[in-house]
């Protein structure tokens, strides 16, 4: 049974940063797609970053390439997301999401419980 479990968030300036987790039990990095979504008020969730099973990839959407970082640290079955430079455009729920296939869906099965990101001054 695959379970996603995230920790951080919260509120920050714009400009400013904060990190999000994703730990994952039930299933091996090296046969999951792992990576973020994000949904705003009003709006349909979208694909933010991911990390491909075996690491040759980390794809990222064009809003967010360059300030938004994804990494994972195998030993702890944990993905990160490190968010710089952050806008307000930025305030979402952000969910982590887990598939087999390389790309992911927001049909995708698996998923984190979300956490809030609010950027404001």
């Known amino acids: 049974q695959v379970q996603l479990v995230q920790s951080g968030g919260g509120s920050v300036q714009p400009g400013g940063s904060l990190s999000l987790s994703c730990t994952a039990s039930?299933?091996?990095?090296?046969?999951?797609?792992v990576g973020w979504f994000r949904q705003a008020p009003g709006k349909e969730r979208e694909f933010v970053a991911a990390?491909?099973?075996?690491?040759?990839?980390?794809p990222y959407a064009d809003s967010v390439k360059g300030r938004f970082t994804i990494s994972r640290d195998s030993t702890k079955n944990t993905v990160y997301l490190r968010m710089t430079s952050l806008k307000v455009e930025d305030t979402a729920v952000y969910y982590c999401?887990?598939?087999?296939?390389?790309?992911?869906?927001?049909?995708?099965?698996?998923w984190g419980q979300g956490t809030q990101v609010t950027v404001s001054s």
């Open positions: 039930g299933l091996t990095f090296g046969s999951f797609t």
């Open positions: 999401a887990a598939d087999r296939l390389r790309v992911l869906r927001t049909t995708s099965p698996y």
């Open positions: 990390i491909r099973g075996d690491a040759d990839s980390t």
